[in-house]
């Protein structure tokens, strides 16, 4: 059985690169400065905002739905998609203390 090369690194840093994957395209965080700014949960098309067609918009709320950055809820015949502001917290917080401890220990004299 082979191993995945990313399953030789900690699994702390194995998640925040699928987290820095799926937010790496702009329809991704298009979506969800979308939902930010709606304020509310979404029942209906998002793809109306998105400049993609129904079905790239669809995959890509799958995808943040995969990771936890929004939540996604059937109701009826639509879905409802709302973020998760916990996993938002946690991920923010985990980048955080990455940079942070990037920060601190770089030189930050360095003239390069």
């Given at each position: 059985?082979?191993?995945?090369?990313?399953?030789?690194?900690?699994?702390?840093?194995?998640?925040?690169?699928?987290?820095?994957?799926?937010?790496?395209?702009?329809?991704?965080?298009?979506?969800?400065?979308?939902?930010?700014?709606?304020?509310?949960?979404?029942?209906?098309?998002?793809?109306?905002?998105?400049?993609?067609?129904?079905?790239?918009?669809?995959?890509?709320?799958?995808?943040?739905?995969?990771?936890?950055?929004?939540?996604?809820?059937?109701?009826?015949?639509?879905?409802?998609?709302?973020?998760?502001?916990?996993?938002?917290?946690?991920?923010?917080?985990?980048?955080?203390s990455f940079f942070d401890e990037i920060i601190k220990g770089s030189d930050?004299?360095?003239?390069?």
């Open positions: 059985m082979t191993t995945a090369k990313s399953e030789l690194f900690d699994e702390d840093l194995q998640k925040l690169a699928e987290i820095a994957r799926v937010m790496s395209h702009p329809a991704r965080l298009a979506i969800l400065r979308y939902l930010a700014k709606c304020k509310t949960c979404i029942s209906g098309d998002i793809s109306n905002e998105i400049p993609l067609s129904r079905t790239t918009v669809s995959q890509h709320l799958k995808e943040l739905k995969r990771v936890g950055l929004i939540k996604g809820e059937i109701n009826g015949l639509k879905v409802n998609y709302c973020l998760c502001n916990t996993c938002i917290e946690d991920i923010n917080s985990n980048f955080k930050i004299n360095c003239k390069i």
